[in-house]
């Protein structure tokens, strides 16, 4: 699943008319989309000042926490909630959120968010004054219509402000929350709004909120709200238990299964494997080493070189294509989106029929950047340009039944410069049930036997040689 990250800004302290309860709207929101929306703790951050811990430049901490984000967030793929409240106004053609004194239209915050990270699916909730007005509209000539741009470059946005213009947004002191806040987090905690997969999307919420903060002013404060999410997007799932263990349940001929797994279990697991295969790569590189003496430098690639390692090696995408695709012929996906194939929503020309949108396309991503994922690759670049480099790896990965591995092996061809280019690339995966038996069976795999390149370095360097010979001798 993608990762989902958040900016949540409450601001009480305003010289003119401060407010009481904006930051613990923020804490709440934090706490909610933690528990039921599927947030990590580390992807939110929250921007709060109170006349106990004031901070005056909250512009500067909204742009700080944009530029961490963008450090792991992947565009197009992984999704955006923003959270403001506090003081809001309404001026000329646009909307604004006031961030103690200095007023910004919520039209350049949305630029910033969509510029900066691109998200695929982005959900704002602005609990301010007049917070709606001339920020959205069905008008499709107004110039301030946002979700036009947004929609070009994700899969969907769910705008939801307190009130339109001349309204004001209420805070409660019974409720010590702002109403629009207080209701929004009700509602994802209403089981009954779930669907009978345990999912609550955007659309239900936000009619619920819409009718529910009505009903409770009076119909004083009512908000608005646009929503452009295609598919079926999961803003909060049902709650099932509050520990670390997975229930599994699986049916085999009406006799029911129960197999239960900690979280503790499968990361020792993983991290024995990990260990495991680290000393038997170690044994391998040091034999070709000896056997090639002199001819290749050896490096190996980890987490903390795994950017760098997508970034210099090219045809990422096919790699990535052949893990996908062999795990998913041996019905052994991994839990997270370790390797996955995804779909780039293309668009349609406004100005042309219906029938000149482009088809949508198939991606391929490689992210061994997860908890649930250990893996080890080793390159053998070649010291001389007549002789052909090659890498291998493997991975070790969480399953929805077990723990899987894959192995990898590719060569590397020459693309002008240096051996970048991925080619025969070869993908395979094995299958193991976790139990104490574990570590045992994977001491049995054979390294050795599993890779086909060890009989094919001497024939790749003798072609190298051959198409480099065949080269200079018909060359000017």
């Not at 565009?75 to 106004?89: C, E, I, M, R």
């Not at 695929?120 to 709606?132: H, P, R």
């Not at 991925?422 to 038996?437: G, R, S």
């Not at 390294?447 to 009989?455: A, G, H, R, V």
Request: proline share 2%; charged share 25%; aromatic share 12%.
């Amino acid at each position: 699943m993608s990762e989902r990250y958040g900016i949540l800004i409450g601001i009480n302290d305003y010289s003119d008319a401060p407010l009481s309860y904006c930051v613990n709207d923020a804490n709440e929101i934090s706490s909610t989309l933690i528990d039921r929306c599927l947030f990590k703790e580390s992807n939110i951050y929250k921007i709060t000042s109170d006349i106990d811990d004031s901070k005056k430049e909250i512009i500067g901490e909204f742009r700080q926490a944009l530029s961490e984000i963008k450090i792991t967030f992947e565009p197009n793929k992984d999704s955006f909630f923003f959270f403001f409240a506090g003081h809001g106004s309404c001026s000329g053609e646009k909307s604004h959120i006031w961030l103690h004194e200095i007023e910004h239209s919520i039209e350049e915050i949305y630029n910033e968010i969509n510029t900066t990270l691109n998200p695929e699916v982005q959900i704002y909730v602005i609990d301010a004054c007049e917070s709606g007005g001339k920020v959205i509209t069905r008008d499709r000539k107004s110039r301030y219509s946002l979700l036009e741009k947004y929609e070009a470059t994700s899969s969907g946005s769910m705008l939801l402000f307190a009130c339109g213009t001349n309204q004001y947004a209420t805070e409660s002191s019974a409720l010590k929350h702002g109403l629009l806040t207080n209701v929004f987090i009700n509602g994802i905690n209403n089981d009954d709004l779930y669907d009978e997969d345990g999912i609550l999307t955007p659309s239900i919420l936000q009619d619920y909120v819409t009718k529910e903060t009505a009903k409770i002013s009076d119909f004083a404060q009512i908000p608005v709200y646009e929503n452009r999410i295609s598919g079926i997007y999961p803003l909060a799932v049902r709650k099932i238990a509050d520990n670390n263990e997975i229930p599994i349940e699986i049916t085999v001929r009406s006799n029911p299964i129960v197999y239960r797994i900690t979280q503790e279990l499968r990361d020792t697991l993983l991290s024995t494997g990990k260990s495991t295969i680290s000393d038997k790569m170690n044994q391998l590189s040091q034999q070709l080493l000896v056997q090639y003496d002199n001819i290749y430098k050896f490096k190996t690639i980890d987490d903390f070189e795994y950017r760098m390692f997508k970034e210099q090696y090219e045809n990422i995408d096919i790699l990535s294509e052949k893990l996908f695709k062999t795990a998913k012929r041996d019905l052994n996906l991994p839990l997270d989106d370790v390797f996955q194939e995804f779909t780039i929503k293309q668009n349609t020309d406004p100005f042309q029929s219906v029938f000149s949108r482009i088809p949508d396309s198939k991606e391929y991503e490689l992210n061994l950047n997860r908890k649930s994922v250990e893996f080890r690759i080793d390159i053998f670049n070649a010291n001389n340009i007549s002789e052909s480099s090659f890498g291998y790896g493997v991975i070790i990965y969480h399953t929805k039944w077990g723990i899987s591995l894959a192995t990898l092996e590719f060569r590397l061809e020459w693309s002008g410069y240096s051996d970048t280019i991925l080619k025969e690339i070869q993908t395979n995966t094995i299958k193991y049930k976790i139990n104490e038996d574990f570590e045992s069976k994977l001491k049995l795999f054979n390294l050795n036997e599993s890779f086909n390149f060890i009989s094919e370095i001497q024939n790749w360097n003798d072609n190298r040689k051959a198409e480099i010979s065949a080269f200079l001798e018909s060359s000017l």
